[in-house]
């Protein structure tokens, strides 16, 4: 009889986390909505309080889908230039192993802080729709295809005027 009733418990949680998921994720579905989550809980887009992204990675953690701001947004944009969860993760670690320093169009240079949040790095649609291509047709390692990416923007990104 217990079998039945936890069959049952976990249907109604099943049913919750979709209903959920099909709240806070419009157009994505459940399994990909948490594997966002997953990932934008790490890389967010927008700064956030320790606390919050605590109780964000309590819930994701329970398999809840979360959608922290612009959560949803950045995963559509990031989605349409070709990323999944995955990539997205792969792309944002690469960015790690090179010093924000190397390049003016580093996106560590637009990371968005607040005295006392976690920092958020703001998907930049128009610097990295090709990464994708880079990575999984034309074969470049990640961190060749973060690096050529990052090169080939520097132009959009004009060196500061010094006052001489």
């Known amino acids: 009889m217990s079998a039945d009733f936890d069959d049952s418990a ?3 949680n099943d049913s919750a986390k979709r209903r959920r998921a099909a709240e806070q994720w419009p157009g994505f579905d459940p399994a990909e909505a948490l594997r966002w ?16 992204k605590a109780q964000l990675s309590s819930a994701i953690s329970r398999g809840i889908p979360i959608a922290g701001p612009d959560w ?9 230039d070709g990323f999944n969860p995955v990539l997205y993760q792969t ?6 192993t090179i ?4 390049f003016r169009s580093h996106p560590g240079h637009r990371q968005a802080t607040f005295k006392t949040y976690l920092p958020g790095t703001p998907y930049e649609s128009e610097l990295w729709s090709d ?4 990575f999984l047709t ?15 923007a520097e132009p959009k990104f004009p060196r500061p005027r010094s006052n001489n």
């Not at 949803?72 to 349409?80: N, P």
């Not at 010093?99 to 190397?102: D, E, I, L, N, R």
């Not at 961190?143 to 990052?150: E, V």
């Open 10 to 12: 976990d249907f109604h």
């Open 37 to 52: 989550s997953k990932v934008l809980l790490h890389h967010s887009p927008d700064p956030q309080r320790a606390a919050i």
């Open 72 to 80: 949803v947004r950045t995963a559509e944009s990031a989605r349409l």
């Open 91 to 96: 792309l944002f670690e690469s960015l790690r």
């Open 99 to 102: 010093p924000k320093t190397a």
């Open 131 to 134: 990464w994708p291509k880079l």
């Open 138 to 152: 034309d074969g470049f390692d990640a961190r060749t295809a973060t690096t050529l990416t990052l090169l080939r």
